[in-house]
């Protein structure tokens, strides 16, 4: 069935432009210019399907996707596993993980059957690898839509989450300011997403936010999620993640898979270029969001939750082919995933 659905996927992808008469959003192959971050060769890392950065420690963080315990894995600079935080929480199916402000999140928001009633973000203050297994706090969200398979987090300035559904007509859902801990937040839609988000992260400095799908990286204004850029990526097996370099320089994006490669790709330079000409304000002090105190809040749960290359600068394509193209590569993982 791999090689069924890889000839799918090709041979879509070659005909696309020629039957649409559109500029496709094809991933491009690797290049010289892309430069081999690290390789995660953990054996206990099969599915690696988020990346955070954590910049105060020189490190980041990694999970797997459904399957897997309650844990996340640090890694160093070179892909290596410096220990693990284990929660005693049960997870559905966790998809993406950020850091921000010393806390880690890890969100367990996939739902490739779309029947959850509520989803899940873990979250850990002053997050350490460590050897026993750490009590959580969380908070439970609602789509005020209906249930939505999600796989992208991620964390503005102001320490606000938002999660990003993966759908030909995804969204962005901001979370409440000051989330609460005591029942379930509905989740606000304040924007159309591209098709088949599976990560994203804020960049440094208010730059805006990279929104990886399997083809491309989209660069969204945090203030009015207007698109900045649009960069296709290298061809990855299954692309899963992005984040932020430890320089705060570059993208790093990974895929699913044993020993799977990261590589580093350039930030487009209209996203700099934006940054220089901006007459915002200064950058307002970070607030990590805490539970509501409109009810005093409970004891850290020990149980699962209540029941929920510079060359590519500037290139610009359909945005109706890249939904076709990503639409495509869904279908093609969710045929590897059935086998």
């Keep these: 069935m791999m090689r069924t659905a890889g000839r799918v996927l090709v041979s879509a992808l070659i005909l696309l432009p020629l039957s649409a008469g559109l500029w496709a959003a094809t991933p491009r192959p690797a290049t010289a210019e892309d430069k081999v971050a690290f390789t995660i060769s953990d054996e206990r890392i099969e599915e690696s399907s988020g990346l955070a950065t954590d910049f105060d420690n020189e490190r980041y963080w990694t999970v797997n996707d459904s399957g897997d315990e309650g844990r996340a894995f640090a890694l160093d600079s070179d892909g290596e596993v410096t220990g693990t935080l284990s929660f005693r929480g049960e997870p559905t199916d966790i998809e993406a993980v950020a850091f921000h402000d010393g806390r880690l999140y890890l969100a367990d928001i996939g739902d490739n059957d779309g029947e959850r009633e509520f989803v899940t973000v873990y979250y850990f203050d002053n997050a350490e690898p460590g050897s026993e297994s750490r009590q959580y ?24 989450l938002y999660i990003v559904s993966k759908e030909s007509d995804g969204g962005v859902y901001a979370a409440p300011e000051n989330p609460s801990r005591q029942g379930v937040n509905e989740l606000e839609r304040i924007a159309d997403a591209p098709a088949f988000v599976t990560d994203a992260v804020s960049l440094p400095d208010g730059q805006g936010v990279a929104l990886r799908t399997y083809v491309s990286v989209e660069i969204y204004d945090n203030d009015d999620h207007e698109l900045i850029a649009r960069a296709p990526l290298p061809f990855q097996r299954q692309g899963e993640s992005i984040t932020v370099s430890l320089d705060g320089e570059n993208l790093l994006v990974g895929s699913e898979g044993k020993d799977s490669e990261v590589l580093q790709v350039a930030i487009p330079d209209e996203v700099k270029e934006a940054a220089k000409g901006s ?33 590519r600068v500037g290139t610009m394509f359909s945005l109706g082919a890249a939904a076709v193209v990503a639409l495509i ?9 059935g086998r």
Excluded: C, I
């Excluded at 908070?139 to 839509?145: A, I, T």
């Excluded at 590569?329 to 995933?337: I, M, P, R, S, T």
């Design 279 to 311: 007459n915002k304000p200064p950058k307002k002090e970070s607030k990590t969001p805490k539970p509501s105190t409109s009810a005093p809040a409970p004891e850290p749960s020990e149980t699962a939750p209540p029941t929920a290359g510079p060359s």
């Design 329 to 337: 590569a869904g279908l093609v993982v969710a045929l590897l995933k």
């Design 137 to 160: 706090r969380s908070f439970d969200f609602e789509y005020p839509d209906g249930p939505r398979d999600a796989e992208a987090l991620y964390v503005d300035d102001d320490g606000r």
